[in-house]
Each structure stands twice: as C-alpha cells, then as structure tokens.
C-alpha cells in the first residue's frame, strides 16, 4: 500500500510569490490534515479536511489555505509568501471518520521544504 | 499557546541505556501519542495511549500517562543508534481533528 506521496519536496521561492503544494493521501484514507514545522514554533496544525469539506483550522492568516478533492487528494496554497513561511510542510492522512472522538494514527508525508527567498 | 511541552529538549545517551523523555499537555485529551522523525523528514507513529490506560508497551517501547497530571512518558530500552530522532507527543484538541505537538526531545544515541 503506498504512502502519504507530498510534491514538491523541495522548493525555492521569492518573497511575493505563491506557492501550491500536493498532497496524495493513503488509500482509503479520508481526512488529510497538514502541519507547519519551524525550527523556532515546532509542529503547528494548519487544517484538516474529510470529504472535500475543511473541519478545522489553525491559527494562521489567510494567505493559508487549502483544499480537498473527491479523490481525497489535498492541495495548500500560501499567497503573497513572507520569509517567515520558510518551513517544511506536511501532510497526514488518517482513518478518521466523520463523527469526532474517532483521533488515530496519523499516516505522514515526507514533506514539502519550502525555502523563501 | 495550546503547544505541550516535553522534557528534556535533548538527550544524548549510550547504545544500550535507557532513554525517557516527559511530555505534558494542556487539553483534555480521548488519548496521546507520539511520533519519531528522523531528521527532516516525515514523522512516524509510534504507540498510542487512550485516556482510560495508565501504561502501554509496544517491543522496546513503554508509555506511561497521568491524565491528573496532564503528563506522559515514554521510555525506549537498551536504545541503539537507530533510535536517534526526534520524538514528539501529540493530543487532538476534544472534539476536533486538530492535533496538537508538544516541543520535541532529540535524541541521540551514541555507538
């Protein structure tokens, strides 16, 4: 069975610009969530979708933002990028289902290193 | 910040000995888990523990939790060079999806 498939994995960009990353979840998993990590804030929660619908969201400004397609594929989109988006981003997919209290494992990508110039 | 917290922030150790490191959380929690990351890279599950269990093993690993003391542990046995990562405890915020990680504890394992 193949894994969480994040692309690009490495990236370059110039303060101003957008960036769109993909994220290709497990089979049969319908919740993809994704994640910021800096050296500086850790782990930060970004959002998470289940059936193209976003359940939850982070604390981050709205250049931030994502989406879900049928397939359960996942796309984020940073607008108008600041040198402080210079991070790795992750995706993780898992089982959970449409009723809350349902948190298991989540299965991760390896990332997409975004770097701002 | 809702962020948790772990202890220590690194820890470097022999092939052999036993690593601990603590997390504490601020959320009630439906249960904690925690990942290892290899440097840069994806993080990988490691063991999950429901509110209602106290202690939990899994081969070299044992994770202990304290839900009145909103703290946790996990302990890797006779480590070997391999276990040198990153590792991180996680808790859903009640009722949603969003995950929250605690700081990290790097762990070096010394051949």
């Known amino acids: 069975k193949a894994g969480v498939t994040q692309t690009p994995r490495y990236l370059i960009k110039t303060r101003g610009q957008q960036v769109t990353l993909s994220c290709s979840p497990i089979?049969?998993?319908?919740?993809v969530s994704w994640y910021q990590q800096t050296p500086g804030q850790g782990l930060q929660f970004l959002f998470e979708?289940?059936?193209?619908?976003?359940?939850n969201k982070g604390n981050f400004p709205g250049r931030f933002s994502g989406r879900q397609f049928s397939n359960s594929r996942s796309e984020m989109n940073v607008s108008t990028l600041e040198l402080g988006d210079s991070a790795l981003y992750l995706c993780?997919?898992?089982?959970?289902?449409?009723?809350?209290?349902?948190?298991?494992?989540?299965?991760f990508g390896e990332g997409s290193r975004l770097t701002v110039l | 910040s809702q962020q948790g917290e772990e202890d220590p922030q690194a820890l470097s150790i022999q092939e052999g000995e036993n690593a601990t490191m603590n997390c504490s959380y601020k959320?009630?929690?439906?249960?904690l888990q925690w990942y290892r990351q290899n440097s840069g890279r994806g993080l990988v599950h490691l063991i999950l523990?429901?509110?209602?269990?106290r202690e939990k093993h899994s081969g070299r690993l044992r994770v202990t939790l304290d839900t009145s003391k909103k703290s946790s542990s996990l302990l890797i046995t006779a480590s070997r060079a391999a276990d040198t990562a990153s590792y991180f405890c996680?808790?859903?915020?009640?009722?949603?999806?969003?995950?929250?990680f605690g700081t990290g504890t790097r762990l070096k394992v010394l051949a």
């Open positions: 993780a997919s898992s089982l959970a289902g449409r009723t809350s209290g349902n948190t298991g494992e989540l299965f």
């Open positions: 089979s049969g998993h319908r919740s």
């Open positions: 979708y289940f059936s193209e619908t976003q359940r």
């Open positions: 959320t009630s929690i439906n249960n």
């Open positions: 523990i429901r509110s209602n269990e």
């Open positions: 996680a808790t859903a915020v009640s009722g949603t999806y969003k995950y929250i």
